[in-house]
């Protein structure tokens, strides 16, 4: 099944630090999104690429998209203690009517 | 996000129990969604329910079932409760704008199976 796979699986950074997670995808997609989980919440979404969109903003957070590679990148820039919780990338199904998510990156950001 | 709320937020069940998990939502979608997580295992699709009358098993529908009662209601049940159920179960809602779908969570309920 198409799915998303984040790399790394966790990272562990300094506040103000950036933070780079990376999503790679099996077939084609007409958009790809992130989601954000605080520990024990439900997911939150935070970014929609779309396939003909190659960098998009949201804030501090920075999403690239190179279809040719079948991969996305999500930046958080100057990143904060509350920036800690996991990130999944999620992208449709080939029937096109359900997300599958990868598996997450855990991002933990100390002060 | 208060619009999209499970009942219970946690329990604790013995193997073979039948148990049921609600999910409301106020958000007026039409689509909703049932999921598990497990450690390293991320997001699985449990059932999904496109209105009312339209019902569809996801990835790891065996031992499931789901009822939706209306377009703001929709429910998992566990037949016959097992321990490799334990899990954080999630309901979602989604909302498709110009073939592109926006996925809003509930809090998730946290299962123990003994």
């Known amino acids: 099944s198409q799915q998303g796979e984040e790399d790394p699986q966790a990272l562990s950074i300094q506040e103000g630090e950036n933070a780079t997670m990376n999503c790679s995808y099996k077939?084609?997609?007409?958009?790809l999104q992130w989601y954000r989980q605080n520990s024990g919440r439900g997911l939150v979404h935070l970014i929609l690429?779309?396939?003909?969109?190659r960098e998009k903003h949201s804030g501090r957070l920075r999403v690239t998209l190179d279809t040719s590679k079948k991969s996305s990148s999500l930046l958080i820039t100057a990143s904060r203690a509350a920036d800690t919780a996991s990130y999944f990338c999620?992208?449709?199904?080939?029937?096109?009517?359900?997300?599958?998510f990868g598996k997450g990156t855990t991002l933990s950001v100390s002060s | 996000d208060a619009d999209v709320t499970q009942t219970p937020r946690n329990r604790i069940t013995k193997t073979g129990k039948r148990i049921m998990l609600e999910c409301s939502q106020t958000?007026?979608?039409?689509?909703m969604y049932w999921y598990r997580q497990d450690p390293g295992l991320g997001l699985r699709l449990i059932y999904y329910?496109?209105?009312?009358?339209?019902?569809n098993k996801g990835e790891i529908s065996d031992g499931y079932s789901v009822s939706r009662q209306a377009q703001a209601k929709f429910s998992l049940s566990l037949e016959s409760a097992i321990p490799n159920q334990t899990a954080l179960y999630f309901c979602?809602?989604?909302?498709?704008?110009?073939?592109?779908?926006?996925?809003?969570f509930g809090p998730g309920t946290r299962l123990l199976v003994l």
């Open positions: 979602a809602t989604s909302v498709w704008t110009d073939f592109e779908e926006t996925q809003y």
């Open positions: 077939t084609s997609i007409n958009n």
């Open positions: 690429i779309r396939s003909n969109e």
């Open positions: 999620a992208t449709a199904n080939q029937a096109g009517t359900a997300l599958i």
């Open positions: 958000k007026g979608h039409d689509r």
């Open positions: 329910s496109f209105d009312v009358k339209d019902i």
